[in-house]
């Protein structure tokens, strides 16, 4: 090999090596993308948001029917903004989640809520559930107990008992779930707006001024959620018992209803609720509808804050 070979390879080795360097310091590194769901425990994708400082004290939210995790984002970014981790699942059958065809019972929607507790590896967290949810909350400690829970707040919840039966005479009469059902199957998308426009946010009381967008966001959500999975739901909310899941409550509870509810009346439910749980506090809203969590989101917001530091 004469003089000018070995130069020209050894230029040649010299920008090659430059051109790989420069590559490699220009190539941004592949970053993993964290999935937004965890499974459910057959297999359903239950769709999560996590928001806040991962350090921060946890607030675990369940919605209501037929909605999703979006129902409390006003509360979610106000407790997040101020240090804390909040999480909130879409139910299976609603919003993002899976719409799988059996499993919408509160036994399995309890055990999803475990499923999501267990694969975020949640510890000492304040559940917080409205409506449905709250029932969701009672089955779940019924179910799984306390070891990941520090305090739990019932907010507008189903329970003990929303249904009339032969050993609840008191509950809401049967003919309202009868018609629940029939009109989940004639017309959903008309039954989720007259709810909305009607009762749910005391839309129809004299004076009232009903909000386009409060309605339109239920109508949304409803929409997002499976037919099936809704209508599944109507008995779960409607029928369950979680007398002796309240019973087995061991942790500090806060219960809140709306004085004026026409959804879940608070004197079979939150009140009922505060009697059956040991210690719990019950903060009424003289004039608060069922949907509290729009239509008194700052009070409400600032209640759940007091509760939690406590």
Do not use: C
């Not at 939150?270 to 009070?299: F, M, N, Q, S």
Request: aromatic letters at 10%.
């Amino acid at each position: 090999m004469n003089a000018f070979t070995r130069i020209a390879l050894a230029a040649t080795l010299a920008i090659g090596g430059f051109a790989a360097q420069t590559q490699a310091t220009a190539a941004p590194a592949q970053a993993a993308i964290a999935s937004p769901y965890v499974a459910a425990n057959d297999g359903t994708p239950l769709y999560v948001k996590d928001w806040g400082p991962k350090n921060g004290p946890v607030v675990v939210f369940s919605h209501g029917w037929p909605l999703n995790a979006d129902s409390w984002e006003s509360q979610m970014q106000f407790l997040a903004e101020r240090g804390y981790r909040v999480i909130a699942h879409d139910r299976r059958g609603h919003g993002r989640s899976g719409q799988p065809w059996a499993g919408n019972n509160m036994d399995q929607y309890a055990d999803d809520l475990d499923a999501v507790l267990r694969t975020l590896d949640v510890k000492r967290a304040t559940l917080v559930g409205f409506s449905t949810g709250g029932g969701e909350v009672a089955r779940y400690i019924g179910r799984h107990g306390t070891a990941r829970v520090a305090k739990a707040v019932l907010v507008s919840a189903v329970t003990p008992i929303m249904g009339q039966s032969p050993s609840h005479p008191e509950g809401v009469p049967t003919a309202v779930f009868d018609s629940l059902r029939k009109a989940s199957l004639d017309n959903r998308a008309q039954l989720y707006k007259d709810i909305a426009g009607g009762p749910f946010f005391g839309f129809n009381r004299p004076g009232a001024k009903p909000s386009t967008g409060l309605v339109d966001s239920f109508y949304v959500q409803g929409m997002q959620a499976g037919a099936k999975a809704t209508y599944d739901s109507i008995e779960a909310f409607f029928h369950s018992d979680f007398r002796a899941d309240l019973k087995k409550f061991d942790i500090p509870t806060l219960v809140i209803h709306g004085a004026d509810d026409q959804i879940v009346p608070i004197e079979t439910t939150g009140r009922a609720t505060a009697k059956l749980v040991k210690g719990a506090r019950l903060i009424e809203y003289a004039d608060g509808p069922h949907g509290i969590t729009d239509t008194h989101k700052d009070r409400l917001n600032h209640d759940l804050l007091d509760f939690i530091r406590q």
